[in-house]
């Protein structure tokens, strides 16, 4: 058994003020004549499928186009809702589809069948784990008492293994942040305050765990408990990562290998460092119209720094000015500069309008609100 | 072969500010439990299943839920975008889709392959004619000039003819205003000014046409090319109308005879009529909780008109004074009052604010601009 493992498309998302579809319609390509070389026998799209709840139309064409493409190469597509899809808008047509080789899972619910796929070896058993906040498992599973993240996990995982036989070969798809992860900006947190944390043992029983939410490729607790990473870099503190899939092969015995393939993005994302003036010299061997943020060292004033560096790198982001006293911004840009999470922005505004820090029981009641509200964008 | 040919389901539709979900999953399960009934070779849905580009979670679920079971009925379903539906959206996994026997138009396309179901009399083509802004008509079949309401469904017919053997039985399915037809306030008109009607003489040579938009179950134009109605009322002055759906049969020769089934909605659409003292010692034998429009005959003031009503009528959505004078209005509140078109209101407010009527140039601008903000919010 032979599956491509990918995750975090972010079909509709914006960098830059930029909406990326047609760069990811290009890495698709890419993606799709992977497809045609290395004949897997499903893809799996470990959530986040879309940037958001309500992705633009031009997205759902080419959500639409690819699947359609991957089902006339015969190729089976397994996908779930991730943290930024819609469960309901992602879930349509959930049962219809499957007639086409198309499995997929939207919102959470507590009798999710395994899809059972076969090679020459016998059965493998996918779990399809969509992701679900701790009050929508709760609903779902009728559960009495609130979980945390973690105990949300483990009720999805239990309803799922129960429909597996033990000595089955099986793959989970999920959508989570399992601890030790590496985390980028562009990312959404999951909760505030690290109660998103799942443990990586929870997978133990599979052969092989296919994670979305973290957007660098890496192992997650385990080597056979992987995030593929996203399609693409969708911020700057990702410009070092490399993005592509994992090839992943399951042995007779149910061992899991796994193969990365780089995908070669249409436009970079590259963070040119220097003084105004050598970059202005312009050496840079690399493409010009990469996306790209200028890390400015200068510590003086720099005049029309924007326009000038737009007519060397027209798809210019953003300046930053690291050497530039951050102390001279008040903190509220500081926070906005540094790219804090709304708790800690909301904490700074708070001491600055009120001159006190928030007691541990504003600080909580703020944890509630900003999850809730979280939680309720989600729900769309 | 037997279809039902129903529209205008408006999926996710405010009314009253009322969310009418509920009510459109009650009548769907008689829609459903009639199709265990009479068993059709397939359903036929011709546009405006949602009731906006963007409709609520809700909706998408019901729709799904329908079409699921539809489809584990063994009833094939085929349905169009109409003007209020986005036809990207909703177009969502039209080639995937058809392995579980579900056939939908979303965009317009130049080479829409017809529908090709059996019966023991052989084969009846189905044309899936979507609704379509004679701009985006014009955009995809690349023609040269503007085209007409008129004109655009001229050229969508003739490609869909080109594909129909012409002794073939046939039938199409459009959203449009022909000719002829009983309009209501709840249909959002196509244009202004009359210029999106249709003849309905392009259909001639169907068998049958099933026909969505306007929301009176009706004939345009033939006796076999009908508006089936919409599937609930939508509005005050569809309060007299019947709402159900058409059963269609075609012979062998292709001759269609239809029989309406009406359909029990779980609040009707009312409007009740009196003196405030009549209705208040309450003879009404009709359900109470229908969604009501009172119709005050009163003259005089009438204090607390709206809570002492509700008491009765709890789903009390509006009340009427036909008989206060309704010079004592704004000319502004007046057009409101009967419902006039967003060009005739704004007519209205240029007049009042300057004194002076539209020049006939103004007035083709206004239309003009009227015109591009309803074909942009159709786009989405």
């Known amino acids: 058994m032979r599956f491509i493992h990918t995750a975090d498309w972010h079909l509709g998302k914006l960098f830059g003020q930029r909406h990326m579809t047609e760069d990811q319609a290009y ?8 497809c045609k070389d290395v004949r897997p ?8 499928v879309y940037d958001r709840a309500i992705p633009p139309p031009e997205a759902v064409e ?9 089902a006339a190469q015969g190729i089976r597509v397994l996908f779930i809702a991730g943290n930024h899809d819609s469960a309901v808008r992602l879930g349509f047509g959930a049962q219809l589809l499957r007639a086409s080789g198309i ?7 507590s009798a999710e069948p395994p899809v059972i796929l076969s090679d020459k070896h016998g059965d493998v058993y996918f779990s399809l784990i969509p992701y679900g906040d701790p009050p929508h498992v709760r ?5 009495n008492e609130n979980v945390s993240f973690d105990g949300a996990l483990v009720v999805q995982i239990a309803a799922a293994r129960a429909q597996i036989p033990s000595s089955a070969r099986s793959v989970a798809v999920a959508h ?3 601890i030790g992860g590496q985390t980028s900006e562009s990312e959404h947190a999951l909760s505030v305050g690290g109660s998103d944390h799942v443990s990586a043992e929870h997978f133990a029983a599979y052969s092989y765990t296919a994670l979305g939410h973290l957007h660098a490729p890496q192992r997650a607790g385990a080597e056979n408990v992987r995030y593929s990473g996203s399609l693409l870099k969708y911020s700057f503190d990702e410009a070092h990562q490399k993005k592509g899939i994992e090839l992943v092969e399951l042995n007779a015995a149910g061992a899991a290998s796994h193969t990365f393939y780089p995908l070669t993005p249409r436009h970079d994302v590259r963070i040119v460092r220097g003084m105004m003036d050598e970059i202005m010299t312009d050496t840079d061997p690399l493409p010009h119209d990469d996306y790209i943020c200028v890390e400015l060292f200068d510590t003086d004033a720099v005049l029309a720094a924007h326009e000038k560096l737009r007519r060397i790198y027209p798809n210019l982001f953003t300046i930053t000015r690291p050497n530039i006293n ?4 008040s903190s509220t840009e500081r926070s906005y500069e ?4 709304d708790l800690h922005l909301f904490s700074d505004f708070f001491a600055e309008v009120t001159d006190e820090q928030m007691t541990e029981t504003e600080r909580d009641e703020l944890i509630r609100i900003i999850d809730s509200m979280e939680q309720g964008e989600r729900a769309e």
Chains 1, 2 share one sequence.
């Open 103 to 109: 499995y997929l899972a939207g919102a959470v619910r």
């Open 41 to 48: 026998d499903a893809l799996v799209i470990a959530g986040d």
């Open 176 to 178: 989570a942040f399992v």
């Open 62 to 70: 080419l959500f639409n186009e690819i699947l359609t493409r991957l």
């Open 139 to 143: 609903e779902a599973f009728a559960l």
């Open 27 to 34: 890495v698709l390509e890419e993606l799709l004549a992977l």
């Open 338 to 341: 540094r790219g804090k999470s």
């Open 326 to 329: 951050v102390n001279r911004l």
